[in-house]
């Protein structure tokens, strides 16, 4: 299998993208908590306070290796059938 430099300078930008989208999120409830604190507006002050923990819990989410998650569950799946057939052949 080649090196394909183009594919990954295309997924480093994408990547790039995704964390500056993180930043504007984070800096967007940061401002919303903050202008909801100075002039007592409590949906702002809501809102903020539920961007922040988002804005971290998608930087977990997408941190999180995806592609070996599901492996690992095609793998347990694949031995739970066999269990599964096993089962049925002694019952036979």
């Not at 394909?4 to 997924?11: P, S």
């Not at 994408?14 to 919303?32: D, K, P």
């Not at 977990?60 to 049925?88: N, S, T, Y």
């Amino acid at each position: 299998m080649q090196h394909d430099n183009a594919k990954e300078r295309q997924e480093a930008s994408l990547i790039g993208r995704i964390l500056s989208m993180e930043a504007i999120l984070f800096l967007a409830g940061v401002a919303s908590l903050v202008y909801g604190l100075v002039n007592k507006v409590g949906t702002s002050i809501f809102f903020g306070a539920l961007i922040i923990p988002a804005v971290f819990l998608l930087h977990m989410v997408k941190k999180k290796d995806w592609k070996a998650h599901w492996a690992e569950l095609e793998e347990k799946q694949r031995r739970q059938m066999e269990i599964e057939e096993a089962r049925k052949r002694r019952e036979k």
